[in-house]
């Protein structure tokens, strides 16, 4: 099994930052579809960013321009960094991974953007 562990969730202002870190247990490349998700209560769980199998960078029309996404083959992670949150940007953040065709996905950790 691939286990990702996530971390740097918490409890943000609006306008703050916040950069979430993906650690994967097995090497990751570019041939692994690599990104986040996230998941509101109530609603469906949506793509955040994700580095596609093809190489490209996918992200939200909700998030384009206040996210970026990033991978650290050395270390294993794949980061998420947010800027200019806003309170519709809390959800719980879910890192996901493809190896080997099979999916696998973080325990989720919580973001909350609030005053």
């Known amino acids: 099994q691939v286990q990702l562990v996530e971390s740097g969730g918490g409890l943000v202002q609006p306008g703050g930052s916040l950069r979430l870190s993906c650690a994967a247990s097995?090497?990751?490349?570019?041939?692994?579809?690599m990104g986040w998700f996230r998941q509101a209560p109530g609603k469906q769980r949506e793509l955040v960013a994700i580095f596609t199998h093809d190489g490209d960078i996918n992200y939200a029309d909700s998030v384009k321009g206040r996210v970026s996404i990033s991978r650290d083959s050395a270390k294993k992670t794949v980061n998420l960094q947010m800027n200019s949150l806003k309170s519709e940007d809390t959800a719980v953040y879910y890192c996901?991974?493809?190896?080997?065709?099979?999916?696998?996905w973080g325990q989720g950790t919580q973001v909350t953007i609030s005053s």
């Open positions: 097995r090497s990751i490349g570019s041939n692994n579809a």
């Open positions: 996901y991974a493809t190896f080997f065709g099979r999916a696998y």
